[in-house]
């Protein structure tokens, strides 16, 4: 059978370490076993995240690791910050808005990023603020925000929490929370992780953590402090029954993430975003995001020639590639393909030939030598 691809950004094809890993007998989560499997996960993320604070593993999408941080973080009349530059950056400020806090809104573009000077003039302006809420990588279009050049504006006396969405940059892109100087980093298990979906991740800063205890959560599950105090440091547990299989499967994925250094895998997704980018821009697709720096390494936002995005994803979908379409004002307007997994260039060729012959290109083998030339990790 021919094999299909799954292009979503989320979930994403799974290595098979990883599904045989989902597959094995279940234990307690209340035996030693797991505590030590729990505890060694632990050290796979601070290995990811080179930073040795706490990271607490939720039941949930990152939609609930993002309400997490909220309910937490944020009461009726504190004032958030949110810098969004589209759907996934709305959507955790209406998370945020939810709690009652009152949220100022700095708005960019699709296509683009929310800039530092913008950021730190928001500031300026709200100098009560009690929190800054920032997409890491806005899915939607495709975006890597600078979230390290975006703190670095910012003073550091003084200066709000800084909570990031890192649901779909963490271990695809490179992201250190604790070297740039982040407070709390929220993801999901889903897309750069690959693994299946149903966890959702909160790396807490020692600011953080230290501002925790003056808040009392509104919620019983998602209650931070009850969820470090089962954490370590002798054993390592979950106030409830945790997704056991989704922790033997994410043990998998962070070692073929960490295999060769987790610095050495995000290098060689870049490589692989930026070879299919500027193969699908000789085939005639266009690329939404122009600024090359902010284009993300885990997922592509293009369109086709002839405003034929959606006709193009069904033919695709027809032969076994599923991708994504645009979001909100981009409905219908976009073709979203994403590259977090442990793909080779054979698979890249696969699913550029596809595009391709998607719009009548199938017999031009440039774009082939373009991928092969910039991606040149090819070992087969
Ligand atoms: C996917 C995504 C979410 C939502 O995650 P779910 O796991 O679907 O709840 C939030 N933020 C970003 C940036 C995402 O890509």
Avoid at 130 to 140: F, P
Wanted: glycine share 8%.
């Amino acid at each position: 059978m021919k094999k299909k691809y799954l292009l979503t950004p989320g979930p994403v094809e799974a290595p098979q370490s990883v599904l045989e890993a989902a597959s094995r007998q279940l234990m307690s989560h209340r035996c030693a076993e797991f505590s030590e499997l729990f505890k060694g996960i632990a050290g796979k993320l601070h290995a990811l995240l080179e930073s040795d604070s706490p990271v607490v593993i939720l039941p949930s999408s990152g939609t609930g690791a993002l309400e997490c941080a909220a309910v937490n973080f944020l009461r009726r009349g504190d004032k958030f910050i949110s810098l969004s530059c589209g759907v996934f950056g709305d959507r955790f400020r209406e998370i945020a808005a939810r709690t009652g806090a009152r949220g100022v809104y700095v708005d960019t573009e699709a296509g683009s990023a929310p800039s530092p000077a913008a950021a730190a003039a928001a500031l300026r302006e709200n100098p009560d603020a009690r929190a800054i809420l920032v997409t890491h990588n806005e899915t939607s279009t495709g975006v890597t925000v600078p979230v390290r050049e975006i703190i670095d504006a910012l003073p550091a006396e003084g200066r709000p929490l800084i909570l990031v969405d890192g649901v779909s940059s963490v271990g695809a892109i490179e992201c250190l929370p604790e070297k740039w100087g982040a407070d709390v980093l929220c993801t999901a298990s889903q897309k750069g992780l690959m693994t299946p979906p149903g966890l959702g991740f909160v790396w807490l800063s020692e600011r953080a953590l230290a501002a925790l205890p003056e808040r009392e959560c509104p919620s019983y599950y998602f209650d931070l402090k009850l969820h470090l105090k089962n954490m370590g440091p002798g054993s390592y547990a979950n106030p409830y029954t945790p997704p056991v299989s989704l922790y033997y499967a994410l043990n998998a994925a962070l070692d073929v993430i960490l295999a060769d250094g987790a610095r050495a895998w995000f290098a060689k997704r870049r490589l692989y975003a930026d070879a299919f980018a500027a193969a699908l821009e000789e085939l005639g697709y266009e690329l939404l995001v122009t600024d090359k720096k902010l284009r993300s390494a885990g997922v592509t936002a293009f369109s086709a020639p002839n405003g034929a995005s959606e006709a193009v994803r069904k033919s695709l979908s027809a032969e076994g590639f599923e991708t994504a379409g645009g979001q909100g004002a981009l409905k219908g307007k976009l073709i979203r393909a994403s590259h977090y997994s442990d793909w080779e260039i054979g698979e890249m060729e696969d699913i550029l030939r596809a595009f391709a012959g998607a719009i009548g290109k199938d017999s031009d083998e440039n774009y082939l030598r373009t991928a092969r030339k910039i991606f040149k990790t090819d070992k087969r």
